[in-house]
């Protein structure tokens, strides 16, 4: 029966902190564990975690080129191959297809982001489609195939 006077921390579980430049004797005199000399043995001694030494970082050595446009529309891209695969494995049912629908069929990744539809591989089926942007190619393939693309 256990009585809580005698309950106790399981062996090896309390470490004593270690005290250092508390004098020789404690094995953690002298340099305080902090070894000899140098920039890292000093008080307050705190560095960049991109501080390589005093050499040239390498931030600074590798050359800048390019720019980021930030005008730039990314788009989630669609071919109308992929589209006529899933008309005719029954993913998509519908004869008027739009954001909503192509992501809930798993076709897209995402419905917030911009929609293009591409011209690779053909459509044979007459559908109705509404996106952001069609390419030439996917716009011509889509009326000759008698259906009619919507831009948003």
């Known amino acids: 029966m256990d009585i809580l006077s005698n309950l106790t921390y399981s062996a090896g579980s309390k470490r004593k902190k270690k005290r250092v430049g508390r004098g020789q004797g404690s094995g953690h005199g002298g340099t305080s564990t902090r070894g ?22 390498l ?61 690779n591989g053909n459509i044979t089926n007459a559908i109705e489609i509404s996106a952001n942007a069609f390419s030439k190619t996917a716009l011509e393939k889509i009326e000759k195939a008698g259906g009619k693309a919507t831009i948003i």
């Open 36 to 57: 000899h000399k140098g920039q890292h043995s000093r008080s307050g001694a705190k560095f960049r975690a991109w501080f390589e030494g005093g050499q040239m970082p």
């Open 59 to 119: 931030q600074r050595r590798v050359p800048k080129f390019g720019f980021k446009n930030f005008n730039r529309r990314e788009y989630v891209v669609i071919n109308l191959g992929e589209i006529q695969k899933s008309i005719e494995s029954g993913k998509i049912t519908d004869k008027v297809l739009n954001k909503e629908i192509l992501f809930n069929s798993k076709l897209i990744s995402s419905k917030r982001t911009l929609l293009k539809v591409l011209g």
